[in-house]
């Protein structure tokens, strides 16, 4: 916005010029916008999971139109879903996100597996009727895998109606954190779990930061 200021003069015959009267104004210009903001690990294990956060903003006081979300997924990873669920055309993401209003952020999110180690980025590109391109993206380093489990001494023998327990281990060798870590153990029908589970069970141990190790039993 801005403001206008008005006077109207009047020559006095000598040069000069009388004031005789003033006035202001003000002008709006208003205008829709958009922006982009892509979120995701800067590192991740090769055969990890991680999701991709893209928010889509209109910055303006009016609404914008048409606006369309593309992501091309990068060698490398492998789209799972997406919330909300996109067309996959060509290995190239694709969001119809409709109209935004003054304001307002448009949240998409897309779950990726790591295939192969290197270095991946993800580009998003926003587009509107009213605005050409915005863009941002994300690097990820995907790291080879790092996730070692063993049995510990495991029982060799037993008697029909012997306990026997069986230990595991789960450690992270590499040198970054493992996030969402789980482990599924499955048993034959000569076995059955003394507190009625049924197999296969699944723990989870979280996060295994570099060097750490987890057991369960």
Not at 17 to 27: D, E, F, K, L, R
Not at 36 to 57: D, I, K, L, N
Not at 75 to 98: K, V
């Amino acid at each position: 916005s801005a403001q206008i200021a008005i006077q109207v003069l009047r020559p006095d015959g000598k040069d000069r010029h009388v004031v005789i009267g003033t006035g202001s104004t003000t002008v709006h210009w208003s205008a829709p916008g958009l922006s982009v903001r892509a979120m995701g690990p800067t590192q991740m294990a090769a055969g990890g999971t991680a999701t991709f956060q893209m928010e889509v903003h209109n910055p303006g006081d009016v609404a914008t139109r048409q606006v369309e979300l593309r992501v091309a997924i990068p060698s490398g990873l492998e789209f799972l879903n997406a919330t909300p669920n996109a067309q996959l055309t060509a290995g190239q993401l694709h969001w119809n996100i409709g109209t935004i209003s003054p304001q307002t952020t448009h949240v998409v999110k897309a779950t990726c597996r790591a295939i192969s180690s290197g270095d991946v980025r993800w580009n998003a590109i926003a587009s509107s009727i009213d605005v050409a391109r915005a863009e941002s993206a994300v690097d990820t380093r995907i790291n080879e895998s790092a996730l070692h489990a063993r049995f510990v001494q495991p029982p060799q023998t037993a008697r029909i109606g012997d306990e026997v327990a069986y230990t595991f281990e789960v450690e992270n060798t590499g040198t970054t954190p493992l996030y969402d870590v789980a482990i599924t153990d499955q048993f034959s029908d000569g076995l059955s779990h003394v507190d009625g589970l049924t197999s296969p069970i699944r723990r989870t141990f979280g996060t295994l930061a570099p060097g750490e190790t987890k057991g369960a039993v």
